[in-house]
C-alpha cells in the first residue's frame, strides 16, 4: 500500500467544533496548498502521480487515481466516495482506478466509518475537491493555449477550447495544474446532471474479492512476521493470577508466552478504548495453528477481578465497574426491579401523570432484548510491527483517528511516527470502532521486538464483549373514551446504559409525553452495534404502536401517518427529533409499494414498521407465511428516504442486506451468561440467520428527492425487528415481547 | 515433509500432518482467499474443493490432502470466468466480502452436481455458508444466473 508524508503539521488544517448533542466533531480543509517539493518527494514509482487534491492523482498518460478516504467494511464507499469525485472531476467512470487512502487526516479528513456518516461527511468536501481539480486543470490548459480560462470546458476527461478546435486530456495537464494553488468556492454541479452519482456502479474491488486476493486485515503479512494469541479469561469478572507455559514453550513453533498489561493504572481512556480484560496472556509463534494448538497446554488460574475503575476522557471521569461474576437470570430480575424504581427523566410534556389517572384506557407492555455479539465474519485481528521510533500498525478498524492519540499515548511515541494503514474489513458493525486489538498487537510488537499479528479465534471473538447492550422498556398509553391517543410514556433500562432517545416520535405528536431512562453497571462491556439504541426502541415502541392501533380500532399506518400529521401541524414541546413529511413519506411509499391493503396480499401475515435515525427514514412491510410448521418471512417490502442515492444497485444491497440482518437478530440473536461464562462461542450455540431463513424477495424503493444524501449502513435495520414482530402477531395471534422470538415461537410449537 | 496438490500445482511443506488445510494453504502457502470464520466447520468460510467435492478446510487434516487435488477460489478458473464469477460480478454480490469465497466454492460443486437447480435446492445447499452482511438473495440470484451461463455454454 502506498502513502505519503508531508511535512506540513498533520494538525495544521484541522478545525472542530462542538456539536449539537454532544461530543466533538473534526473537520477538516482538503483545500490545502502542497508544496512541489513535498508531491516529488512522496511520489511512488513507477508513474509519476500528479497530486491534485488530497484524493486525486493524475499520470501524464490521464490514467486518473482516487483515493477512498473511509475504511471499508461492506457499505461499498469505497466505491461510492469516488464517485462523488469521478462526478465533480467530469472524469469518466470507467477510467478511475480506486485505492484505499492512508491515515492522514490533513489530506484526507477524518476518516471515520460510522454512525452511517461517510457519505453524508464527504458529500461537500469530495465534491468541492472534484471540482477544485476540474478547474486547475482547466486553468493549466488556458495557461497552455493562452486563452481565457471561460472558454474552455470539459468532458469525460478532457478539457476542449471550442474557438481554436484545441483539445487535451486531464493527463496532459496534470503536471501544470499541480502547480496551480487549490481554488476555493468552485461552482459545483446541478445534482440533476449527474453522470456517475445516482448511476449504478459495480463494487470497484468486486473481482478481487471473488478471486480470493489479499484483502482483509487477516490476509495481510509480512516476511517475519510471527502470530500472537491471547488467551482470555473464561468469565466477565475474573482475572490473571497465575500461570504456567512450560509445556506450551515446548510446543513447535512457540517463540514467546508473557503476560503484558494494556493500559496502566490511571490509564485516560477515549470514548473507544474500552476493553474488557487489562492483563493479557500472550502466545506467540510462527504460525496460526501453532499458537492455537500451544495455547491448550496453559496452565493457568484466574482470580476475581473485583471491583475496577476506568478513568474517562480528559476530565478524568471516573467509571465504577463491579465485579460480579454475572448471569443472565440475575440480570433479568434486576432489571425487573430497577423498572419499578425511579429513574432519571429524560423528556416531559404536558401533564402525563393526570392523563394516565384519567385515561378510560391504559396500556402498558414490557419488551426485553438480550445482549447481541457482533459476529462480524472475520473475528477480531491485527498487525503490528513497533520499533523504538516509529511504529506501522495495519488491519481492520472503524476510526484510526481515534486510536491514533492511543497508540501514542501506549506506545511513547509522536503521532506522525504512527503509520495506520486500513484494510478491507470482513465485517464491522460498530465492533471494530473499539481499539483494543490494535493496542494488543502493538504493545505485543514491542514487547517482542518483532512484527507479529494478533488472531483471535471465533470463541476469543464472541467472549470478549463489547456487544449490544441487554435492553428493557416499558411502554405506556392513555386513550381517552373516544380511543384518542392523549399520554405516552417509555421508561427504559439497559445493562450497562438505557435505549432511550427522548426526542424521537412519537414525542412530539402526543400531548402529554413522558421518557425515562435508568441504568445497571456491569463488567460485560459494550459498544456501538448498527444503530445503537434504535436496534431496540424501534422493536418495542413499533411494536407497541401497533398494539396501540389495535386498541384504537386503526389501522397501524393510519395511526402512525395520523400522529405525524399532528407532529407536523401543531408539534408538541421542542426539539423533535425527526422531520414528520418525511417520516410519513416512507410510510406512504411502502404502503403503497406493498399493497398494503390489495386482497391478494391476505395470504400474508403482514407486519408494518417504521424509524428515523442517523439522519434517514426507513420502512418495511414484512410478509410472513408458515413454512413447515415454522414462521418464515417471505417477502419484505422496504421504502427508504436517504436524500440522494449515490449509487443505487449498492444501497439496494445494503438495504437488502439489514433485512436480513434484523430477521436474523430478532428472531435467533442473544447471548447469555451464567457466572460471567458465555453460554455462547461459537455459530453452533449462537445461531445466525441462514439461506433459507432470509427472504425470497425483498422490494426496496427510494423516496425520490434532491436533498443531499444522508446515511443508509444503520437506518433500514431497526424497524425490521418491529415488522417483524408485528408480522408474528398476524401470523399467530401472539404478541412477542421478548427477543430473541425463536424462543417464544419453540415454546409455542411445543404447547 | 508433504506435498500438496493446490490449483494445479506442487507445493513441498514442512507441517504438521494434522495441521488443518485451511492454516496450511494460508500461513504456509499464503494462498489467503481461504477464509477462517470459525474453525468448526460452522460457516462455510474455508469451504475448498477436495478431488471435486467441497470440503471445510478449518476440519480438514492437511494429511488427508496428500496425493489429492485440491482447488481453492484462486484455482477456481484460470481467468476468472467460472459461470459463477461472471454471475457474481454481474450481480455486484458482494458486501464486505469474506464469506464469498466459501459460498461461490460450496456453490460451484452444486452447480456442477445440479445444472438446473431450485430456489430449494439452492438454499439446502448453501445452507452452510454464513453471510454477515445478508447477501443471501443475490447469491442465490447469482447461482441461478450462472446456472444459466453454464446451460448456455458462455
Not at chain 1, 468536501?125 to 486547475?136: I, K, Q, S, T, Y
Not at chain 1, 436474523?664 to 453452533?684: I, M, P, R, S
Amino acid at each position: 500500500m502506498t502513502h505519503q508524508k508531508t511535512s506540513i503539521n498533520r494538525r495544521s488544517f484541522l478545525k472542530s467544533s462542538a456539536l449539537a448533542g454532544g461530543g466533538l466533531m473534526i473537520s477538516f480543509s482538503a483545500l490545502a496548498k502542497f508544496d512541489l517539493e513535498d508531491k516529488v518527494s512522496g511520489l511512488d514509482l513507477p508513474d509519476q502521480w500528479y497530486e491534485l487534491t488530497g484524493y486525486i492523482k493524475i499520470t501524464p498518460d490521464n490514467v486518473i487515481k482516487i483515493l477512498n478516504p473511509n475504511p471499508e467494511f461492506g457499505q461499498n464507499v469505497m466505491t461510492s466516495l469516488p464517485m462523488i469525485v469521478t462526478e465533480e472531476l467530469d472524469a469518466e467512470w470507467k477510467n478511475v482506478t480506486v485505492e484505499m487512502g492512508p491515515h492522514d487526516s490533513v489530506k484526507l479528513g477524518p476518516q471515520f466509518t460510522g454512525g452511517s456518516n461517510s457519505v453524508r461527511m464527504y458529500w461537500k468536501p469530495l465534491r468541492e475537491a472534484g471540482a477544485a481539480a476540474r478547474n486547475m486543470l482547466m486553468q493549466a490548459a488556458a495557461q497552455t493555449w493562452n486563452v481565457p480560462v471561460e472558454e474552455v470546458t470539459t468532458k469525460a476527461g478532457m478539457v476542449y477550447h471550442e474557438k481554436s478546435g484545441k483539445s487535451g486530456t486531464y493527463g496532459s495537464f496534470a503536471s501544470k495544474a499541480a502547480e496551480i494553488s487549490i481554488p476555493k468556492g468552485v461552482k459545483l454541479k446541478d445534482v440533476k446532471n449527474f453522470n456517475v452519482v445516482r448511476r449504478s456502479q459495480k463494487n470497484v474491488e468486486g473481482v478481487k474479492i471473488i478471486t480470493g486476493k489479499p484483502l482483509f486485515g487477516l490476509d495481510y503479512k509480512v516476511d517475519g512476521m510471527l502470530i500472537a494469541m491471547i488467551e482470555h479469561p473464561p468469565a466477565f469478572g475474573l482475572k490473571l493470577k497465575s500461570f504456567d507455559a512450560s509445556e506450551t514453550l515446548k510446543m513447535p513453533g512457540i517463540k514467546h508466552v508473557f503476560s503484558q498489561k494494556l493500559y496502566e493504572d490511571g490509564f485516560e481512556q477515549g470514548g473507544f478504548d474500552t476493553r474488557t480484560f487489562n492483563d493479557l496472556l500472550v502466545v506467540v509463534g510462527n504460525t496460526t495453528w501453532q499458537v492455537m494448538q500451544a495455547r491448550k497446554k496453559l496452565k493457568v488460574e484466574w482470580e476475581l477481578a473485583g471491583e475496577t475503575k476506568n478513568i474517562i476522557g480528559t476530565q478524568k471521569r471516573e467509571v465504577i465497574i463491579p465485579g460480579e461474576l454475572e448471569s443472565t437470570s440475575t440480570q433479568l430480575a434486576k432489571m425487573k426491579e430497577y423498572a419499578s424504581k425511579p429513574a432519571q427523566q429524560l423528556r416531559k410534556d404536558g401533564d402525563p401523570e393526570t392523563a394516565f389517572k384519567n385515561a378510560a384506557r391504559v396500556i402498558e407492555r414490557t419488551y426485553t432484548a438480550p445482549f447481541l455479539a457482533h459476529n462480524c465474519m472475520e473475528p477480531m485481528n491485527f498487525f503490528a510491527h513497533v520499533s523504538d521510533d516509529k511504529a506501522l500498525v495495519a488491519g481492520n478498524l472503524q476510526a484510526p483517528g481515534w486510536s491514533e492519540p492511543t497508540l501514542a499515548k501506549l506506545l511513547n511515541l509522536p503521532a506522525d511516527k504512527i503509520e495506520i494503514q486500513m484494510t478491507r474489513m470482513g465485517g464491522g458493525f460498530g465492533n471494530r470502532a473499539y481499539g483494543h486489538y490494535i493496542y494488543e498487537a502493538a504493545l505485543i510488537s514491542k514487547k517482542i521486538k518483532a512484527p507479529v499479528k494478533l488472531v483471535y479465534s471465533r470463541e476469543d471473538d464472541m467472549t470478549y464483549g463489547i456487544y449490544r447492550p441487554m435492553y428493557t422498556a416499558t411502554y405506556r398509553a392513555a386513550l381517552d373514551a373516544n380511543k384518542n391517543l392523549i399520554a405516552f410514556h417509555v421508561k427504559g433500562g439497559g445493562i450497562p446504559e438505557h435505549p432511550i432517545h427522548a426526542n424521537r416520535f412519537p414525542a412530539g405528536a402526543v400531548d402529554n409525553y413522558l421518557a425515562e431512562g435508568w441504568q445497571i453497571p456491569s463488567n460485560i462491556t459494550i459498544g456501538a452495534f448498527r444503530a445503537p439504541r434504535s436496534n431496540f426502541n424501534a422493536a418495542a415502541e413499533q411494536s407497541f404502536l401497533d398494539e396501540v392501533a389495535e386498541a384504537m380500532g386503526k389501522d397501524p399506518i393510519d395511526l402512525r401517518l395520523e400522529l405525524l400529521k399532528r407532529a407536523k401541524e401543531k408539534p408538541v414541546g421542542k426539539n423533535n427529533d425527526y422531520d414528520a413529511d418525511r417520516y410519513a413519506g416512507v410510510l406512504k411509499l411502502v404502503k403503497e409499494k406493498s399493497g398494503w391493503n390489495n386482497p391478494e396480499n391476505k395470504k400474508y401475515s403482514r407486519g408494518v414498521a417504521a424509524y428515523f435515525c442517523h439522519n434517514s427514514y426507513a420502512a418495511h412491510v414484512v410478509d410472513l407465511v408458515m413454512r413447515d410448521g415454522q414462521p418464515y418471512v417471505e417477502k419484505v417490502t422496504s421504502a427508504v428516504d436517504c436524500g440522494i442515492v449515490i449509487n443505487p444497485d449498492a444501497a439496494i444491497n445494503m438495504i437488502e442486506g439489514a433485512v436480513v440482518d434484523g430477521i436474523g437478530n430478532a428472531l435467533y440473536g442473544g447471548l447469555t451468561h451464567k457466572d460471567g461464562v458465555a453460554e455462547q462461542n461459537n455459530f453452533h450455540r449462537y445461531r445466525m440467520i441462514r439461506m433459507h431463513e432470509a427472504p425470497k424477495k425483498i422490494d426496496v424503493h427510494f423516496v425520490q428527492n434532491d436533498l443531499d444524501p444522508t446515511g443508509l449502513g444503520e437506518p433500514p435495520f431497526p424497524p425490521v425487528f418491529g415488522a417483524v414482530a408485528n408480522a408474528l402477531y398476524k401470523n399467530t395471534g401472539n404478541r412477542f415481547y421478548e427477543q430473541p422470538y425463536i424462543l417464544q415461537l419453540n415454546k409455542t410449537s411445543r404447547a | 515433509m508433504i506435498t500438496l496438490n493446490i490449483n494445479k500445482k506442487n507445493y513441498n511443506v514442512d507441517v504438521d500432518p494434522e495441521t488443518p488445510l485451511l492454516w496450511v494453504l494460508r500461513d504456509t502457502i499464503n494462498l489467503v482467499g481461504t477464509k477462517y470464520g470459525c474453525g468448526i466447520a460452522q460457516c462455510g468460510a474455508c469451504v475448498v474443493h477436495l478431488n471435486g467435492e467441497a470440503v471445510r478446510s478449518c476440519v480438514t487434516k492437511v494429511s488427508r490432502a496428500v496425493g489429492q487435488k485440491v482447488v481453492t477460489i484462486e484455482g477456481l478458473s484460470e481467468k476468472n470466468d467460472h459461470p459463477l464469477q461472471k454471475a457474481w460480478i454481474e450481480l455486484d454480490v458482494p458486501q464486505c466480502g469474506y464469506c464469498q469465497a466459501g459460498q461461490i466454492m460450496s456453490a460451484a460443486v452444486l452447480l456442477r452436481e445440479n445444472k438446473n437447480p431450485t430456489e430449494k435446492d439452492i438454499d439446502s445447499a448453501m445452507a452452510g455458508n454464513l453471510c454477515r452482511c445478508g447477501t443471501y438473495l443475490r447469491i442465490r440470484k447469482a447461482i441461478q444466473l450462472a446456472a444459466e451461463i453454464q446451460r448456455k455454454g458462455k
